[in-house]
């Protein structure tokens, strides 16, 4: 297996996910089985738009 190049990055992406499927009304737990291949896309879909845009940003302010 191949060896993680920021372990602690784990945690805060997890955080992430949390705080946008929170915000998006997915009721995501320890076990999201229950949940639609839809509702699991749409909040990893909305966690890389608000990447590209906190990227962007960055880009722009330098």
Known sequence: MAQKLVPEAKQGLANFKNEVAGEMGV??????????????????GEMV??????????????
């Open 49 to 62: 738009k608000k990447m590209v845009e906190q990227y962007e940003n960055g880009i722009k302010n330098k």
């Open 27 to 44: 009721p995501f737990t320890d076990y999201n089985g229950n949940l639609t291949s839809k509702q699991c896309g749409s909040v990893g």
